[in-house]
């Protein structure tokens, strides 16, 4: 079993805009006879899922999600050398894979670009993104669950109100999950879980496994 999530840490980076991580002392051991801690964090802080309703109005949000989605099989795309800023398509993962994808692909697509790495540098902001006709395409041919270890599937531009991939993925009533890591050396198929906090937003903090 591999984690593939991050941890959540007080001061940890976020998307722009949005909020930041706090975790301090409610009560204290010494004094109240227990520890508790308070958290401040957004619902899309560390590795976490992104539901319909994050981009799509009238969207379904986490409550409605069920586990059955979000544990199965996936199909784990390496690729390598990518440019800031820069975009792969369908052609790149299939040369990342040495084959062309299946006509019906898992029901988990998970994107390894590498950038993960980079996570708590600047150059993170500047991560690599996916085609929207890929991500597309991809739904077409049966993903539910797209998984990658960047901030985003879509370029990452603080104020930016342009979400392509999340449009045609979660305006397809599918779900994304985004911030992965130790993704490396995974094999190509695998078995995956995403395991969000019980809440019911637009999106949630998960626990990421992989069965290998």
């Known amino acids: 079993m591999r984690e593939l999530s991050r ?4 001061g940890m980076r976020v998307y ?7 975790i301090e002392p409610a009560l204290e051991l010494a004094a109240d006879g227990v520890d508790v801690a308070r958290l401040h964090l957004g619902s899309h802080t560390g590795t976490h899922l992104d539901a319909p309703s994050h981009t799509v109005a009238g969207g379904r949000t986490t409550g409605a999600i069920g586990l059955d989605e979000l544990v199965g099989d996936a199909i784990v795309v390496h690729l390598g050398g990518l440019a800031p800023r820069s975009h792969y398509g369908l ?12 006509d019906r692909v ?19 902001l500047e991560h690599p993104a996916m085609d929207p006709a890929a991500a597309a395409e ?4 049966g993903m539910h669950v797209l998984a990658v270890d960047t901030l985003s599937p879509d ?24 911030n992965l890591t130790g993704l490396e050396g995974l094999a ?3 078995r ?10 637009d999106g949630a903090p998960i626990r990421a496994v992989a069965f290998d």
């Open 138 to 141: 991809l739904v077409r041919r």
């Open 91 to 102: 052609a790149d993962l299939e040369a990342a894979l040495g084959a062309p994808l299946p």
């Open 192 to 201: 995956i879980g995403f395991f969000p906090l019980r809440v019911d937003l």
């Open 155 to 178: 370029p990452t531009v603080d104020g930016g109100t342009a979400f392509p991939v999340h449009e045609a993925v979660l305006g397809s009533d599918r779900l994304i999950v985004e």
């Open 7 to 10: 941890p959540v840490v007080g």
């Open 106 to 124: 898992p029901p988990i697509v998970v994107v390894d670009t590498g950038w993960a790495r980079l996570f708590d540098t600047d150059t993170a």
């Open 16 to 22: 722009p805009g949005d909020p930041d991580v706090r």
């Open 188 to 190: 190509e198929r695998v």
